[in-house]
């Protein structure tokens, strides 16, 4: 604990008392007086120090700064009353990877659909593949009236799997995922998909992302999460806005859009939806470029991608937990 203003007074608080009541001036009748307001002072100093810092932090935790959130409302809850909702919102980036890394990453017993995401994206590099990473804070998220707190989670995700091996539906298998300690709802929901969970801390704790008021770069935000354990697992990203569009809205749709697995047993079919009033009000997305770095399950060594390009945005969305991965055979992801 550092030593600040208050503690110092109370440590010099008796010494001066005692230079004061002896030096001559002070031998009087007024010694008695003295005294009294020396021990009041000291009393209220004393009081004053452990309602600050020790009373006030019971509740609230080491810290007595408030974060408070700058995420939208859920405008869909009143709408879909029997649904898990909720807004994400915070940065989504394409990461191109060499498709053979890719193969090698991804379970053998599951295909790559490489024809389809290059239907998507005619351009894209031969022999690469576009991994996801995403890093987002749920926020709003309700279902039968029922509300559960903020978290953030972030983490790498791979598209256009084939999952039912039909040479047709896209999966995206997520392995792995930081997310808010503490909270045993998110963390139990993810890991009953059999994700690699890593209880973590974020940074900001209570928003996708903050700004980095002294980069000379327009629009410069940061987020970053660490594993509780040391060293287990983290993921930060540094993006800047652009004018450059190198993947268009409808990639991200369509990938965002996927049936999500991680064990192959149970499917999660999250429907983000791109036109509602937290996406479509202006300059609500953001077109951005910049550096993620990311210690995370199926990569064996710390990653950093440079010239990631991505979306910052904002979108409510619908959530179907826990169904049969097979009920998806045929599914059509947003685009």
């Given at each position: 604990?550092?030593?600040?203003?208050?503690?110092?007074?109370?440590?010099?608080?008796p010494?001066?008392?005692?230079?004061?009541?002896?030096?001559?001036?002070?031998?009087?009748k007024?010694?008695?007086?003295?005294?009294?307001?020396?021990?009041?002072?000291?009393?209220?100093?004393?009081?004053?120090?452990?309602?600050?810092?020790?009373?006030?932090?019971i509740?609230?935790?080491p810290?007595?700064?408030?974060?408070?959130?700058?995420?939208?409302?859920?405008?869909?809850?009143?709408?879909?009353?029997g649904?898990?909702?909720?807004?994400?919102?915070?940065?989504?980036?394409?990461?191109?990877?060499?498709?053979?890394?890719?193969?090698?990453?991804?379970?053998?017993?599951?295909?790559?659909?490489?024809?389809?995401?290059?239907?998507?994206?005619?351009?894209?590099?031969?022999?690469?593949?576009?991994?996801?990473?995403?890093?987002?804070?749920?926020?709003?998220?309700?279902?039968?009236?029922?509300?559960?707190?903020?978290?953030?989670?972030?983490?790498?995700?791979?598209?256009?799997?084939?999952?039912?091996?039909?040479?047709y539906?896209?999966?995206?298998?997520?392995?792995?995922l930081?997310?808010?300690a503490?909270?045993?709802?998110?963390?139990?929901?993810?890991?009953?998909?059999?994700?690699?969970?890593?209880?973590?801390?974020?940074?900001?704790?209570?928003?996708?992302?903050?700004?980095?008021?002294?980069?000379?770069?327009?629009?410069?935000?940061?987020?970053?999460?660490?594993?509780?354990?040391?060293?287990?697992?983290?993921?930060?990203?540094?993006?800047s806005?652009?004018?450059?569009?190198?993947?268009?809205?409808h990639?991200?749709?369509?990938?965002?859009?996927?049936?999500?697995?991680?064990?192959?047993?149970?499917?999660?079919?999250?429907?983000?939806?791109?036109?509602?009033?937290?996406?479509?009000?202006?300059?609500?997305?953001?077109?951005?470029?910049?550096?993620?770095?990311a210690?995370?399950?199926?990569?064996?060594?710390?990653?950093?991608?440079?010239?990631?390009?991505?979306?910052?945005?904002?979108?409510?969305?619908?959530?179907?937990?826990?169904?049969?991965?097979?009920?998806?055979?045929?599914?059509?992801?947003?685009?």
């Open positions: 604990m550092s030593t600040t203003f208050i503690d110092l007074a109370l440590l010099c608080h010494v001066f008392a005692l230079l004061s009541v002896r030096h001559p001036k002070m031998q009087s007024t010694s008695s007086v003295s005294l009294y307001y020396f021990a009041l002072s000291f009393l209220t100093l004393l009081v004053f120090r452990y309602c600050s810092r020790s009373y006030l932090s509740p609230w935790g810290s007595l700064d408030v974060c408070t959130t700058q995420d939208q409302s859920n405008p869909i809850a009143s709408l879909y009353p649904n898990a909702t909720g807004t994400l919102n915070g940065t989504v980036a394409v990461v191109p990877i060499p498709l053979a890394l890719a193969r090698q990453l991804i379970p053998s017993q599951y295909g790559i659909l490489e024809h389809a995401y290059r239907d998507l994206l005619p351009s894209f590099p031969r022999g690469m593949y576009p991994a996801v990473v995403q890093a987002l804070h749920d926020h709003d998220v309700q279902a039968f009236g029922y509300k559960i707190p903020d978290f953030s989670r972030s983490g790498v995700e791979f598209p256009f799997v084939d999952l039912l091996n039909d040479n539906t896209s999966f995206k298998w997520a392995p792995s930081l997310m808010s503490g909270h045993d709802i998110a963390l139990k929901g993810a890991m009953d998909y059999g994700t690699n969970v890593f209880a973590a801390t974020f940074e900001p704790t209570c928003n996708a992302y903050k700004s980095v008021s002294k980069s000379k770069k327009l629009g410069t935000t940061f987020s970053g999460a660490k594993s509780l354990e040391t060293g287990a697992a983290s993921l930060s990203t540094m993006f806005s652009t004018e450059e569009e190198l993947f268009p809205l990639f991200f749709k369509n990938f965002t859009n996927q049936p999500t697995f991680a064990d192959g047993k149970t499917c999660d079919n999250m429907i983000r939806l791109f036109n509602t009033s937290v996406t479509t009000a202006p300059n609500r997305i953001e077109r951005v470029v910049g550096t993620v770095k210690k995370l399950p199926p990569f064996s060594t710390e990653q950093e991608w440079r010239n990631v390009y991505g979306l910052r945005l904002d979108t409510a969305f619908i959530e179907n937990n826990y169904l049969p991965c097979e009920n998806f055979r045929g599914y059509s992801s947003a685009d």
